[in-house]
């Protein structure tokens, strides 16, 4: 039950039906885009949002999945877990192995930088003042730009401004 007014996508009409149309049948549409057919316009921004994440020149589509699992897992996310877990099961990862990648970024499969790279958003949400110059150096000697780190690091947060909203209007 949404505690704001929504719209369901059996009821979508204009924008919102045309938002909620990027998503395919089988995935279905998250229960938090759901909660932001409250603010059209805001919803339409994040859907902006995540498609410049799934069209990202340098980290892989696995990336951002795994980034959005994890950081959901760790943070009571449930909805967004389940959703996620969905994707990667879709993608070939194993259950066993999606359950290690609550804390482990090597268990996703992903090549060894971008590990390195979802290591430390992790520890950007949890120590984000602990980050050093050191850590960012090495990403960069990884590859990295900075660019690259600051939008893996903002999709983990926004997973994290996503769960308070979840948390506070969906029962």
Request: overall charge negative.
């Given at each position: 039950?949404?505690?704001?007014?929504?719209?369901?996508?059996?009821?979508?009409?204009?924008?919102?039906?045309?938002?909620?149309?990027?998503?395919?049948?089988?995935?279905?549409?998250?229960?938090?885009?759901?909660?932001?057919?409250?603010?059209?316009?805001?919803?339409?921004?994040?859907?902006?949002?995540?498609?410049?994440?799934?069209?990202?020149?340098?980290?892989?589509?696995?990336?951002?999945t795994a980034l959005r699992y994890s950081?959901?897992?760790?943070?009571?996310?449930?909805?967004?877990?389940?959703?996620?877990?969905?994707?990667?099961?879709?993608?070939?990862?194993?259950?066993?192995?999606?359950?290690?990648?609550?804390?482990?970024?090597?268990?996703?499969?992903?090549?060894?930088?971008?590990?390195?790279?979802?290591?430390?958003?992790?520890?950007?949400?949890?120590?984000?003042?602990?980050?050093?110059?050191?850590?960012?150096?090495?990403?960069?000697?990884?590859?990295?730009?900075?660019?690259?780190?600051?939008?893996?690091?903002?999709?983990?947060?926004?997973?994290?401004?996503?769960?308070?909203?979840?948390?506070?209007?969906?029962?």
């Amino acid at each position: 039950m949404f505690l704001l007014e929504t719209v369901a996508p059996e009821a979508a009409k204009g924008l919102i039906a045309d938002l909620y149309a990027k998503f395919p049948p089988e995935i279905g549409v998250p229960k938090t885009l759901q909660l932001m057919s409250a603010s059209p316009g805001l919803m339409e921004r994040h859907l902006q949002v995540i498609d410049y994440f799934r069209n990202h020149k340098r980290l892989s589509p696995e990336f951002f999945t795994a980034l959005r699992y994890s950081v959901a897992a760790k943070v009571g996310h449930a909805a967004c877990e389940v959703f996620n877990r969905g994707i990667l099961s879709r993608m070939g990862l194993e259950d066993e192995r999606i359950r290690r990648l609550e804390c482990d970024p090597t268990a996703a499969g992903l090549d060894k930088e971008e590990e390195q790279l979802l290591h430390f958003v992790h520890k950007v949400v949890d120590e984000p003042a602990s980050v050093t110059e050191k850590e960012v150096k090495a990403l960069r000697s990884l590859g990295f730009s900075d660019a690259d780190i600051l939008d893996a690091c903002s999709a983990a947060a926004n997973m994290v401004a996503s769960s308070v909203l979840f948390k506070a209007f969906i029962r």
